[in-house]
């Protein structure tokens, strides 16, 4: 039986395209929005995804983008859904890999053969319809893919999200009865043998992260759990699956959407602060956006904070990201919420130019950045983003002291730049 998502707001429209399918002894499952629709294309394999354009919060297109961008996931064919024929929905359906194209109204015959073909076409290109195969056409089952993740107690664990030098990212699923159709990522460090003298720190840690999973911000990744599992010392975060800050930047962002998205760091950063956390690692890829537009600061540190906690990068090294790092981090010195303004200032910077003000260009593993960070001059603006240059100044100045008080004020002071 094939698999079909049908994402579609319209519950008339919803009904009668599932009756059409079902007809054809298609399993059809629904979901009336992007974020909805993302989680039914996420937890099982689907054959074609059947999405209206214009959803509530992020439309049709954004989803589609969301899958076309992750190759871990299985591609469906998609078919859009839209009222009128403008060419310009067509052209970009296309662009994103659509494979057909339906204007509503329309009939149960048509739907019905819009899937009956791209289920031909499938199968004449030797694509699976019911199970992903290997180059070598030998399936891969669920718990062959499983067996090669972590075991976190109380999860169901998905696949691989991503993966650094300290840490990974799972996507999951909780196994309680109540949430056990949720999508959350588990952030993953994995715990040195010896830590039998770093219980203190772990416990520390894990203590300052308690006070963000009671925090609910539209700015801020929800944490719902932490704790220890195994040889793992896992968050469980918030998932979200729409593109991160740096596909915003390479597209390109008018003064005005890089105004909004600042200031929605900013709040974020006030949040977090406000909990007693730094984050220590600001950067395009640590901001996603939510599903219904907004901004949202993800990856509180974790890695980072405790691997320094617990020694796991060399002594007096420095934590972060050298693009982003503000000068104490640069020489591993004390780091407070007045680090996190100066990352804000670098991404606002880069969110307007296109690029981070400071550059390697020697190759020399970031230490020609880190100079930059602590003596070069605080960057100039292009004179088109000119009216941004104060905050840029006070964002960046080498001085912790010499920065905003803190990410209120720092708030404020974007939002009334005349832009």
């Known amino acids: 039986m094939t698999r079909i998502v049908v994402v579609e707001d319209d519950a008339v429209v919803r009904a009668q395209v599932v009756r059409c399918l079902a007809a054809r002894g298609h399993l059809v499952v629904t979901a009336e929005n992007s974020e909805d629709g993302l989680v039914r294309v996420y937890e099982s394999q689907t054959a074609i995804l059947v999405t209206d354009i214009y959803l509530p919060g992020l439309d049709g297109f954004a989803l589609a983008e969301s899958i076309r961008r992750d190759p871990s996931v299985y591609q469906p064919d998609i078919i859009f859904m839209s009222i009128g024929e403008e060419r310009e929905l067509y052209r970009r359906a296309m662009q994103l890999g659509g494979c057909d194209f339906l204007n509503k109204p329309f009939t149960c015959k048509e739907i019905g053969d819009a899937v009956a073909t791209r289920l031909a076409n499938r199968l004449l290109l030797g694509a699976p319809t019911a199970s992903i195969r290997t180059s070598s056409q030998s399936t891969i089952t669920a718990s062959a893919v499983s067996s090669a993740l972590p075991e976190i107690e109380g999860y169901r664990i998905i696949r691989r999200l991503g993966e650094g030098h300290t840490s990974q990212v799972l996507l999951a699923s909780p196994h309680n009865e109540l949430n056990q159709h949720e999508l959350h990522a588990l952030k993953l460090l994995k715990l040195p043998r010896e830590i039998a003298g770093q219980r203190e720190a772990i416990n520390r840690f894990l203590g300052e992260y308690a006070m963000l999973a009671g925090l609910k911000h539209p700015n801020v990744a929800r944490v719902y759990a932490h704790g220890i599992s195994g040889d793992y010392l896992y968050l469980d975060m918030e998932y979200l699956p729409g593109a991160d800050l740096r596909l915003d930047i390479q597209a390109g962002m008018s003064p005005k959407i890089a105004q909004r998205r600042a200031a929605e760091m900013a709040a974020a950063l006030g949040a977090i602060h406000e909990a007693g956390i730094v984050h220590r690692d600001i950067k395009p890829a640590n901001v996603l956006m939510r599903m219904t ?10 890695a980072k904070n405790l691997a320094s906690q617990l020694k796991l990068t060399e002594q007096n090294m420095a934590v972060g990201t050298p693009y982003y790092m503000s000068p104490e981090q640069a020489t591993a010195g004390d780091v407070d919420a007045r680090s996190d303004l100066y ?14 003000p400071y550059r390697d260009n020697s190759g020399n593993s970031g230490l020609e950045v880190f100079a930059q960070h602590l003596h070069a001059p605080v960057p100039t603006l292009p004179d088109a983003f ?16 010499d920065r905003y008080a ?3 004020e720092a708030r404020q002071a974007i939002l009334k730049v005349a832009c």
Request: cysteine-free; glycine content about 14%.
């Open 386 to 401: 000119g009216v941004f240059q104060p905050v840029i100044s006070k964002l960046l100045a080498k001085k912790a002291h």
């Open 343 to 356: 990352g804000l200032g670098i991404v606002l910077f880069e969110m307007l130019t296109g690029l981070p």
């Open 406 to 408: 803190d990410a209120n």
């Open 293 to 302: 537009g907004e901004a949202v600061l993800t990856d509180f540190g974790i």
